[in-house]
């Protein structure tokens, strides 16, 4: 509980406007995009780093666990404060605070939704490449926790290769930078551990991030399948052939049909799946690999190959992607969205064995996901109003990971560990490596009150900890 003295202090900082405590209130911040609950005790809204520095310095004198939370799109259960205590959300944190085109950077605050940026600089040509599908609400504090992708982190990287600098509140009330605007600076890649962190070792407060040029000719190509293997075998024959589109994205059919009845993109309905392909680069180079993707896509047995012929059909086709979890919204009144990672060269036996996993529970699984990077999205129908189907649901994404484990794959490409997937932590990694990740986050937090029971697997993380009735010499 989050003593009345100390809610008291924490008011006087963000304002009687910055922070909420009713139920109703709170019920709003008891989740996130993934299938976990639990509600904060207080909300506060700080508009500054000072403010989050103040905010971080009475939880410590009261010994209040914290978490960040930018958007709440995340899907793993990052922004759930799973001991309760106090929230801060950055929502208030939301100002691009300096474009400079000439060295090709922006700084930001944390709150700042991620497409905001793009749109501020692309009438100057320039664009922010990592573009989660949440783009339109997700924010960079919750992108750098995360280390968050996107359909275009094929050719442009994740997260991390977009962030030169970092601001951050540690637990001990400190403002430190990292990274910054010079390309290179001596010392540890401090912003490199930072991003993917998940909200377990700081605030982030200010972020640099750099901007692209955007490229002088772009093509998106539609390939559509009357079988989900021939359409996976064609990922791994495009990268064999060395050609390196920006983007990948694969749907089959279950989810084309979801997509094409809510947004009217143009997809087939009655294919069992397509990719989405998209070139980018100068005229004549992205003119022959259109011409070079054909061939892969005939030769590996697609029925049809499109090229979008205006701005207008290639935006549209992006827009059926981007809008696929709310066409899903549509026919299920719950789903669960899965994050794995297979080499691409085990596209085709994964989805295979989620068609299986389907079968065993009975639940109907839709795939969308990054094809080029090999990172799949099954998307869990369930209905959570039937007993047991909740838990169907996660055995199903359960079997799903350990495949994508045993293929050399990872448990997560995107969305992170959170509360959702530390568990299966200890299937990803051995005791001393998972022991090498703890002793970074007790580095910076020994007290366990940043995000409490996140990534690490129970018997090895902080929620044993913050179980305790906490005293100044709890600590592993
Ligand atoms: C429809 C949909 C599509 C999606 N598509 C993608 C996709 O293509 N690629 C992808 O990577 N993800 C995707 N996601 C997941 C999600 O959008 C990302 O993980 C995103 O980065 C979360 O940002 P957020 O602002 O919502 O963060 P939140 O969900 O609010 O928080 C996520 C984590 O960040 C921490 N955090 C937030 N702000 C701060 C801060 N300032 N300092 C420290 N920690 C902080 C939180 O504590 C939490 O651990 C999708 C989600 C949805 C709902």
Redesign the pocket.
């Known amino acids: 509980m989050i003593a009345v003295v100390a809610k008291q202090d924490l008011i006087d900082v963000v304002g009687a406007k910055g922070y909420l405590d009713r139920a109703e209130d709170l019920t709003l911040y008891e989740y ?2 993934g299938v976990d609950k639990h509600k904060p005790e207080l909300v506060v809204f700080p508009q500054s780093t000072a403010e989050v520095v103040q905010i971080v310095n009475i939880a410590r004198e009261y010994t209040i666990p914290l ?9 793993s259960g ?2 759930i404060p799973r001991s309760g205590g106090l929230m801060v959300s ?1 929502a208030r944190m939301n100002r691009i605070l300096e474009v400079d085109l000439a060295n090709e950077r922006a700084v930001v605050q ?1 709150g700042v939704v991620n497409l905001d940026i793009t749109l501020a600089v692309q009438g100057d040509k320039y664009f922010y490449a990592p573009d ?3 783009q339109r ?3 960079i ?6 280390n ?4 275009h982190t094929l050719a442009y990287g994740v997260t991390t290769n977009h962030v030169l600098g970092l601001e951050l509140v540690m637990l001990d009330g400190s403002v430190v930078t990292t990274g910054g605007n010079e390309s290179e600076l001596p010392g540890y890649d401090l912003v490199g551990l930072f991003t993917g962190s ?2 377990t070792m ?4 200010k972020v640099i991030v750099r901007l692209m040029r955007q490229p002088e000719a772009v093509k998106t190509l539609l390939a559509i399948y009357d079988s989900a293997v021939d359409c996976g075998n064609t990922v791994a024959e495009i990268t064999a052939r060395a050609i390196t589109p920006v983007a990948v994205e694969m749907l089959d059919g279950v989810m084309l049909r979801m997509v094409e009845e809510a947004t009217h993109a143009g997809f087939p309905m009655d294919a069992e799946a397509v990719l989405l392909i998209e070139l980018e680069g100068l005229t004549e180079q992205v003119e022959e690999q259109v011409e070079q993707i054909r061939e892969v896509c005939l030769s590996c047995r697609a029925r049809e190959f499109r090229v979008a012929r205006s701005a207008e059909e290639r935006d549209l086709l992006w827009k059926g992607r981007k809008n696929a ?1 709310g066409a899903v919204g549509r026919v299920s009144p719950f789903y669960y969205v899965q994050d794995g990672v297979v080499p691409r060269t085990k596209i085709a036996p994964a989805l295979e064995h989620i068609r299986k996993v389907s079968e065993k529970y009975g639940l109907t699984i839709s795939n969308i996901f990054h094809a080029g990077d090999g990172n799949l999205h099954p998307i869990i129908l369930f209905d959570q109003r039937k007993p047991g189907d909740l838990e169907k649901a996660q055995k199903s994404g359960d079997e799903i990971l350990q495949f994508c484990i045993a293929a050399g794959g990872s448990i997560t490409g ?3 560990v ?1 509360m959702e997937k530390m568990e299966l932590m200890a299937h990803q990694f051995d005791g001393d490596s998972l022991d090498a990740i703890k002793s970074f986050k007790m580095l910076f937090d020994p007290e366990c009150r940043l ?1 409490p029971g ?1 990534v690490l697997p129970t018997g090895r993380g902080c929620l044993e900890i913050r179980q305790k009735p906490l005293t100044p010499a709890t600590t592993l």
């Open positions: 996130d995009g978490v960040g939370r930018g958007a709440g799109t995340g899907l990052g922004a950055f944390p989660p599908s949440s609400a997700c924010t504090g919750g992108n750098v926790a995360e968050a992708g996107g359909p998940e909200g700081a605030f982030v407060t979890f995107e969305h992170g959170g995000n996140k």
